[in-house]
């Protein structure tokens, strides 16, 4: 099992610009998260997914949108990039919901918006 | 909101040592779910240990185990016979019914050999 893949590892957008941040597991897991870590602090959930087809928002959503067409693919889009997006980016997975059970962290993508 | 505070921006501790990391956390929920996480200079984050409110006791794994005091909403981790891998950031998270995950800032700790 590869786990949880996110690519890619690094990107600089330029303002306004869009990407999507591409995340997969292999674990045939039910939930899936996004999550933002800015630097000196701790993560913040953007969106997350109970299953395919249905998605929510979690603390931070605004400025990002998900879909999530298949049990293991969740992208994460950013349609008008701007600095405050400036983060590492982890997408996560589990099973069962996150309070009872594991969550298996991607390695993380660092996005830099100038 | 839910909010949880780390007030231990860094700790350090002699290796074989033990240390204890701090975690206080607000809410009004009476069924939640309390983690630490550690994030190595790899950046991925590895659950160490987990914690239901409802259970009154404290969770352990190996030379992990947590001290748990609901009404005073505290969650420390306490970490025995220190060793070189341990050495990590170190988050508090606090989980709810709603699904919502809320992290601390982080404790960075320093094994010492």
Redesign the interface.
């Known amino acids: 099992n590869a786990g949880v893949t996110q690519t890619p590892k690094f990107r600089i957008l330029k303002i306004g610009q869009s990407m999507t941040l591409q995340c997969t597991q292999d674990m045939n897991h039910n939930y899936m ?1 996004w ?1 933002r870590q800015d630097p ?6 953007i969106y ?1 997914s ?1 299953g395919a087809g249905i998605t ?1 928002k ?2 931070v959503p605004n400025g990002y949108n998900v879909s999530r067409s298949t049990t293991e693919d969740f992208p994460l889009r950013l349609e008008l990039a701007a600095p405050s997006q400036t983060s ?1 980016y ?1 997408c ?1 997975s589990s099973h069962n ?3 009872t059970d ?2 298996y ?4 993508t660092r996005l830099t918006v100038l | 909101a839910q909010t949880v505070t780390q007030s231990q921006p860094e700790m350090s501790v002699q290796e074989a040592e033990t240390v204890t990391l701090s975690c206080t956390y607000d809410t009004s929920e009476s069924d939640y779910y309390l983690f630490w996480y550690k994030q190595p200079p790899s950046r991925q984050m590895i659950l160490v240990i987990r914690q239901e409110a409802y259970k009154q006791q404290n969770a352990t794994e190996n030379r992990f185990s947590v001290n748990f005091q609901k009404a005073a909403k505290s969650f420390s981790l306490k970490i025995s016979d220190s060793q070189l891998g341990d050495a990590a950031m170190y988050f508090c998270a606090y989980w709810n019914t709603g699904n919502q995950f809320y992290f601390g800032t982080g404790t960075s700790l320093t094994v010492i050999p």
């Open positions: 998260y999550y000196g602090m701790g993560l913040k959930l997350y109970v929510d979690g603390e590492v982890f996560a919901e996150a309070s594991t969550q962290f991607g390695p993380g």
